[in-house]
């Protein structure tokens, strides 16, 4: 358990760094929309911390995949699970998200998709990447 919380904490530093970054871009494509001029320094101050604390989530949820414990599909629903909640507070803390029944299922219905897209990419890529290196093993034993 201990080198799963430093792995999460390693994990999430690192991406934390990228939170204010994509904020910065959210923020700029507001205000290149018109929706906004100026925006108050507590939203800021919200928006920069959740952002942040997002992106820490994020990227630390990477480690769950480590605990070998854990069956691969109960890791990714936990991921899936974790990171649903954890994205959905940011949007309702920012107010990104109107209030609301149809707004919630669009965006748990994009997260869900977007989720097993990623994940389709992945396992794709990685049954590649498996294959390959078991032909590879085969030509080693034939010699």
């Not at 890791?75 to 803390?93: K, N, R, W």
């Not at 998200?97 to 989720?115: C, D, N, Y």
Request: hydrophobic share 60%; charged share 10%; proline share 3%.
């Amino acid at each position: 358990m201990k080198k799963f919380i430093l792995d999460f904490m390693l994990r999430g530093l690192v991406a934390c760094g990228f939170g204010p970054a994509v904020l910065a871009i959210i923020y700029f494509a507001i205000y290149k929309s018109g929706a906004v001029e100026t925006l108050p320094i507590p939203e800021i101050c919200v928006g920069i911390l959740s952002i942040s604390a997002l992106a820490f989530i994020c990227g630390g949820m990477t480690a769950i995949y480590q605990v070998e414990k854990l069956h691969i599909i109960a890791a990714i629903m936990l991921h899936g699970g974790l990171l649903y909640a954890a994205y959905l507070v940011t949007y309702l803390l920012n107010n990104w998200l109107a209030e609301g029944m149809i707004p919630l299922l669009v965006f748990s219905g994009i997260f869900a998709v977007g989720f097993a897209v990623i994940w389709a990419i992945i396992y794709l890529i990685n049954r590649k990447r498996i294959a390959k290196i078991n032909a590879i093993l085969k030509t080693k034993q034939k010699i």
